[in-house]
T-cell receptor, first 115, second 111 residues
Framework: EAQVTQNPRYLITVTGKKLTVTCSQN?????MSWYRQDPGLGLRQIYY???????DKGDVPEGYKVSRKEKRNFPLILESPSPNQTSLYFC??????????????FGPGTRLTVT | KQEVTQIPAALSVPEGENLVLNCSFT??????LQWFRQDPGKGLTSLLL?????REQTSGRLNASLDKSSGRSTLYIAASQPGDSATYLC??????????FGTGTRLQVTL
């Protein structure tokens, strides 16, 4: 089954404790992206990757890191999480780096709480 | 900066009604527009993708239209069912590799 998977689905952590949220897709998509969703603000893009070893900042990259060493994986790293990073996180992928012609497929989400 | 607005924020209709969800965007220079459905506790499911050169797309009971010049899109749902209850999100692609989302319309279809 074609899908985007994220782990963990739920995470409660404390301020400053480094964490990684994994994202993997099995559709051989070139493009992957991370979003966060907050009430009243909608989904906002954190980082995206056009292809392996190519990443770039989205609208809200502060406090996050990403890497794209393999085509299928795009982990999101929070080096020193803070309470304002409490949010619902989504990973997405699409066939090309330009979303002009291809729809984006989303993972099930990771609900992160930082205390 | 592209802004996407969805009105209404919430909508409740009885089963069987036809309904229209609205999406407006401030910058008409877009690559495409995509409608998503989001169920509680789940990710986003793509419903329809309209390229900038297209006027509408249809899938089953869903029809989405796009008017770039006026910065508007509508999602028409025919003969609504309780299973259509979800939050519907509109997103525009103002540049390659980017999606700008609206805050959604929460739809409840009652028996």
């Amino acid at each position: 089954e074609a899908q985007v998977t994220q782990n963990p689905r739920y995470l409660i952590t404390v301020t400053g404790k480094k964490l990684t949220v994994t994202c993997s897709q099995n559709m051989n998509h070139e493009y992957m992206s991370w979003y966060r969703q907050d009430p009243g603000l909608g989904l906002r893009q954190i980082y995206y990757s056009m292809n392996v070893e190519v990443t770039d900042k989205g609208d809200v990259p502060e406090g996050y890191k990403v890497s794209r060493k393999e085509k299928r994986n795009f982990p999101l790293i929070l080096e020193s999480p803070s309470p304002n990073q409490t949010s619902l996180y989504f990973c997405a992928s699409s066939m090309t780096g330009g979303s002009a012609y291809y729809e984006q497929y989303f993972g099930p989400g990771t609900r992160l709480t930082v205390t | 900066k592209q802004e996407v607005t969805q009105i209404p924020a919430a909508l409740s209709v009885p089963e069987g009604e036809n309904l229209v969800l609205n999406c407006s965007f401030t910058d008409s220079a877009i690559y495409n527009l995509q409608w998503f459905r989001q169920d509680p506790g789940k990710g986003l499911t793509s419903l329809l993708l309209i390229q900038s050169s297209q006027r509408e797309q249809t899938s089953g009971r869903l029809n989405a239209s796009l008017d770039k010049s006026s910065g508007r899109s509508t999602l028409y749902i025919a003969a609504s069912q309780p299973g259509d209850s979800a939050t519907y999100l509109c997103a525009v692609s103002p540049a390659a590799s980017k999606l700008t989302f609206g805050t959604g319309t929460r739809l409840q279809v009652t028996l």
